[in-house]
């Protein structure tokens, strides 16, 4: 099998069935004959997803349930991979976020050009900005709903674009050639993610903390690897309650020095943005895909 998705969920029942579509062949662009299966890994959900929601999107779906599992998806990561059987494996930590149409066709082009890649997936909030500040803003599962329909998606998934915005934290503008620290759909070969050692389990705080940043530094980092950021293609997040995208700044920001923290001991030193020179991969399939123009 060529790729495999790890879709890690907890208690997204409203959430899942967009995701899902944007994972199904009749979304993603010349995905006909891609040979890919995506397992979804429920990390404990106080209920259950009825496993024929999945089979809506075509058998390639397949769903696992982890009974009483850490609060850290380090444990779901690394029990999906071992469960898959690509020799590509996407990690998707946050089974909130909505692709756009043409991730996998960029990301396998990808794989095609490069001896080693390490592609990565930018990553969008749903909404008019950061939804830590939005949600005091009103910004609620209702309005987000009505933008889905506004966009009429996933008719045109790249509509998505007009009812987001990037990821900023700290940078005073976003554009596509921003490096990235982490990526809420990260791509690499099964090799490498074995190389690394896989999901680091010691990052045991509820959500991960710095664990998906941790994964990219430690992939990037590795010999002969070659970071690929797409261009156009985004991972768009919708509204939770996740642990430090849905709730007050002053709440994140506690927490992000918590984590921060655990990564210094964990690794030595504070997480950094890799040196390492990035290729760009991709197009610019719309008028509200060109990031760079806005005020951001």
């Given at each position: ?27 993603q662009l010349d995905a006909d004959d891609l040979d890919y299966e995506v397992l979804v890994v429920d990390n404990g959900s106080k209920q259950r997803i009825n496993e024929s929601l999945l089979k809506e999107f075509g058998a390639q779906f397949h769903y696992h349930y982890l009974d009483n ?220 895909s060109k990031i760079h123009l806005r005020n951001n």
């Amino acid at each position: 099998m060529k790729l495999s998705v790890i879709l890690i969920v907890h208690n997204m029942a409203r959430e899942l069935p967009r995701t899902l579509e944007s994972l199904s062949r009749h979304y993603q662009l010349d995905a006909d004959d891609l040979d890919y299966e995506v397992l979804v890994v429920d990390n404990g959900s106080k209920q259950r997803i009825n496993e024929s929601l999945l089979k809506e999107f075509g058998a390639q779906f397949h769903y696992h349930y982890l009974d009483n599992p850490p609060g850290s998806p380090a444990f779901a990561i690394n029990f999906g991979v071992k469960a898959a059987k690509g020799q590509i494996i996407a990690v998707m930590i946050d089974g909130a976020h909505i692709l756009t149409p043409g991730v996998f066709k960029f990301a396998m082009s990808a794989f095609a050009a490069f001896k080693n890649p390490l592609v990565m997936t930018r990553y969008f909030f749903m909404g008019p900005g950061d939804q830590n500040d939005t949600l005091r803003q009103g910004y609620d599962q209702s309005v987000e709903d009505e933008l889905f329909t506004k966009i009429s998606w996933p008719q045109d998934g790249y509509r998505l674009f007009e009812v987001g915005v990037p990821f900023q934290g700290r940078m005073p503008k976003i554009t596509w050639y921003n490096k990235m620290v982490e990526s809420n759909c990260l791509f690499m070969y099964r090799a490498l993610f074995e190389y690394i050692g896989g999901a680091d389990e010691r990052f045991d705080y509820p959500g991960g903390g710095f664990l998906n940043m941790d994964l990219y530094k430690q992939a990037v980092e590795s010999p002969g690897v070659d970071p690929v950021q797409l261009i156009g293609e985004g991972s768009f997040h919708q509204i939770h309650g996740g642990v430090t995208t849905n709730v007050s700044a002053e709440d994140r920001d506690q927490k992000v020095h918590r984590y921060g923290q655990q990564y210094e001991d964990l690794r030595g030193k504070a997480l950094a943005v890799s040196e390492k020179d990035v290729f760009y991969l991709g197009h610019l399939p719309t008028l509200q895909s060109k990031i760079h123009l806005r005020n951001n």
